[in-house]
């Protein structure tokens, strides 16, 4: 049996990769079929959606954040967060008017003006 020493060394590209979640070795032995259900829902296409989150403080982040963990079908990442903002990413499947409506009824209000999409506690 031969055995491999780690030696430290490791390619600049593979801590992205994997950072990423992409796969960089994938053995033959774990190919999927072609008529595998995990390859056709992989093939469907997911748009995504960078938006600024606005909110006065503390508890209507956290109305926020409450409202975001909630959604069905939508991966959320938060990138950038301040006292008064952050920054999402949201990945779904639809139109942007689809995510509008998804929001709406987790009881967010999503908006497109000249500085992009904006998220916002809706106000009751």
Do not use: H
Request: charged share 10%; hydrophobic share 50%.
């Amino acid at each position: 049996m031969t055995q491999t020493r780690f030696n430290g060394f490791m390619p600049r590209w593979i801590g992205p990769c994997l950072g990423l979640g992409l796969t960089v070795f994938a053995p033959a032995a774990f190919a999927q079929s072609a008529n595998s259900p995990a390859l056709a829902a992989a093939t469907v296409p997911q748009a995504s959606l960078n938006a600024s989150a606005v909110y006065s403080g503390i508890e209507e982040w956290g109305k926020m954040r409450s409202a975001l963990s909630r959604l069905q079908g939508v991966t959320v990442s938060i990138s950038a967060i301040s006292i008064d903002g952050a920054l999402i990413l949201f990945r779904y499947e639809g139109t942007p008017s689809e995510l509008q409506a998804i929001l709406a009824r987790a009881g967010l209000v999503l908006t497109f003006d000249s500085a992009g999409a904006v998220v916002k506690v809706a106000t009751p």
